[in-house]
T-cell receptor, first 114, second 113 residues
Framework: GENVEQHPSTLSVQEGDSAVIKCTYSDSASNYFPWYKQELGKRPQLIID?????GEKKDQRIAVTLNKTAKHFSLHITETQPEDSAVYFC?????????????FGTGTKLQVIP | DSGVTQTPKHLITATGQRVTLRCSPR?????VYWYQQSLDQGLQFLIQ???????AKGNILERFSAQQFPDLHSELNLSSLELGDSALYFCASSALAGYNEQFFGPGTRLTVL
């Protein structure tokens, strides 16, 4: 089955700096890669996603890049703010028999220091 | 609000007991997923249902079971509870077509004493 590895497990940055979180996946059939943000005690929420036919996607301070050949994708947060502090999960998803199969990474705890 | 509802919000019970967690997916979503999140841990996938049928199983213990009903709501049954089962249990749903985003419910926090 699919295996998703996520690094680093923890990340501390100064406010205003950039943060990068990297994930690798194993199954080339995966074609959808969402990123979720989970604030303390709350539900995970989608912040950005990318499909396999796109190499990069940007939404304000957040961007995701995908390298299908190397089977890795990354989340980039620029001009970090204290409210960016949370746990971020990457995921790899594929269609299988009419339903979606999703595998999550282990999470990265991001701390933005004011 | 994601449109996914979970009840109860909190549950406190004793070891050896059995509990049932309930999830109602977003209107129109056919897939329901259950996840377990222990303190400071990631999302451990338990089981997935699609339109009433079990489709994928993760690291779900034999003491745990789930089902999805004709109205598409789902229940996760946890039996012979142990201290280590204390965790936040999330349900998520997704649509068949279009974007494959999973929408998470608010979670049920289970405490086993």
């Amino acid at each position: 089955g699919e295996n998703v590895e996520q690094h680093p497990s923890t990340l501390s940055v100064q406010e205003g700096d950039s943060a990068v979180i990297k994930c690798t996946y194993s199954d080339s059939a995966s074609n959808y890669f969402p990123w979720y943000k989970q604030e303390l005690g709350k539900r995970p929420q989608l912040i950005i996603d990318i499909r396999s036919n796109v190499g990069e996607k940007k939404d304000q301070r957040i961007a995701v890049t995908l390298n299908k050949t190397a089977k890795h994708f990354s989340l980039h947060i620029t001009e970090t703010q204290p409210e960016d502090s949370a746990v971020y999960f990457c995921a790899a998803s594929m269609r299988s028999g009419g339903y979606q199969k999703v595998t999550f990474g282990t999470g990265t705890k991001l701390q933005v220091i004011p | 609000d994601s449109g996914v509802t979970q009840t109860p919000k909190h549950l406190i019970t004793a070891t050896g007991q059995r509990v049932t967690l309930r999830c109602s997916p977003r209107s129109g979503d056919l897939s329901v997923y259950w996840y377990q999140q222990s303190l400071d841990q990631g999302l451990q996938f338990l089981i997935q249902y699609y339109n009433g049928e079990e489709r994928a199983k993760g690291n779900i213990l034999e003491r745990f079971s789930a089902q999805q009903f004709p109205d598409l709501h789902s229940e996760l049954n946890l039996s012979s509870l142990e201290l280590g089962d204390s965790a936040l249990y999330f349900c998520a749903s997704s649509a068949l077509a279009g974007y494959n985003e999973q929408f998470f419910g608010p979670g049920t926090r289970l405490t086993v004493l």
